[in-house]
């Protein structure tokens, strides 16, 4: 929770992610699949438009998780299958955007590592 409340400034949208109610003092969060959908799917947007690598660099382990939560959860990422839009030239960075692919590998690495 704290990791997505570190990014969220980046996209400036809510996580979807609070504490369980039902448990007291768990490591177990809620999750709001559609409040948590679009703050990953802006995340996602913003990640591929970016020429910052220090920004990309920085939610990457984040987003990575994320998206494999999305995916356990039948949850499609429409930021995935559109090209995206033009670049996003973060102040005083100059690179290039995210290759494609690139998430999806993460995603993938995340998805063998983390329990069903």
């Known amino acids: 929770m ?9 996209v400036d949208l809510p996580t979807g992610i609070s504490p369980a109610d039902h448990i007291a003092n768990a490591d177990e969060w809620a999750i709001d699949l559609p409040v948590f959908t679009a703050f990953v799917d802006a995340l996602v947007d913003r990640y591929q438009r970016s020429t910052h690598l220090i920004l990309r660099s920085m939610v990457e382990g984040f987003l990575a998780t994320a998206m494999v939560l999305l995916d356990r959860a039948d949850v499609e990422i429409p930021s995935l299958d559109r090209e ?3 670049d996003v030239r973060d102040i005083s960075m100059v690179g290039t ?5 690139e998430l999806a590998e993460l995603r993938a690495a995340h ?4 329990p069903t």
């Open 111 to 114: 998805s063998r590592a983390m």
């Open 84 to 86: 995206p839009g033009p």
């Open 2 to 10: 704290r990791s997505a409340d570190a990014v969220a400034p980046i």
């Open 97 to 101: 955007q995210a290759e494609a692919g």
